[in-house]
DNA sequence: GATAAACAGGATAATCATTATCCTGTTTAT
DNA sequence: ATAAACAGGATAATGATTATCCTGTTTATC
């Protein structure tokens, strides 16, 4: 069991939008490249992000991605969501629903159990933004330099 | 992204064994059946809750298993452990790592959120026992009946 | 002792989810 | 008109999970 990979590359890939100048955008290729993911995988990725509203997409000649939320707003958990989508850690199997068939009212006590796990697993992820989190990291000059290089517009 | 199945039905396997009298083994393959998973593939499944020493496993005709701890000192996260392993959640995948060789001491930001994270997930799953997350499930005449039957010695 | 029923554990196959590629279509700056 | 970019469907490669098989060991019973 593992988080999926394009998780932790969305939320770099959003701390790289998170460095762009207004009215500029960045081709995927180029986030792709930069992050180290196959460019033809990391769009399906990007678009994930975009249908979420976290990222817009240009399309055309010197389109690309840019934020559409400001970093402020955007919290780790909506990229999570945006990626692994709802119950994504744990849902249930019903194995005991077949070993006891339970009536209707009884909450089933370890779905109960897993659901607060899990809630309070999104309660933290919530507490962070891009902002709060890569407060540092946007010091970095090498990043924000590539950043000036590889956007259009 | 998903929990592994057999996390679910390894604690369904505990509850059964939780209603046995002492003395006696449930063999894996009743387990297996029981619960509705391939008998096979179960037994390995048994084997690590017997490697992290939950349950005990007796060879030999008229082997089985049974619990080696009480059902109040089986916490739902040592199940979880036993079948998941550590870090089960997330691991850095180091894609910021290339992007901006960080000095020694500054800790990773996201590796850090995700940490936090996955232990708010584990202490929950740390404040239940299979004792206090089934006291209503012991009151099901049915299993005890299945136990009964089945079980051996 | 021989036999049967159970677990241990390695090797291997089947299945399924994730990751990667390819291709056709649409948008837009030049 | 052309080129560079995104959209999205179809499909392949990879990797993890689940399932099967087989050989070996333990132990109760005959
Ligand atoms: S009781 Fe709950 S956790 Fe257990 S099988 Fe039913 S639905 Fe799943
Ligand atoms: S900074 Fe942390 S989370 Fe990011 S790539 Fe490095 S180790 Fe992973």
Known sequence: ????????????AICLLSMLPAKSVLPGEAISNQIGASPTYFQKILRKLSDSDLIASV???????????SPSEIRIYDIFLAIEGQQALYYSN?????????????????????????????????????SSLFTELHKEKELQDWVNQNLVQ
Chains 1, 2 share one sequence.
């Open 59 to 69: 399309p055309g000649k010197k389109g690309g991605f840019k934020l559409k939320k």
């Open 94 to 130: 019903n194995v005991l629903g077949e070993m006891v068939p339970k009536k209707d009212k009884e909450a089933c006590v370890l779905s109960d159990l897993m659901e607060r796990a899990e809630t309070s697993w999104i309660t933290v992820l919530k507490s962070e933004t891009i």
């Open 1 to 12: 069991m593992q988080i999926k990979n394009g998780f932790e590359q969305s939320v770099y």
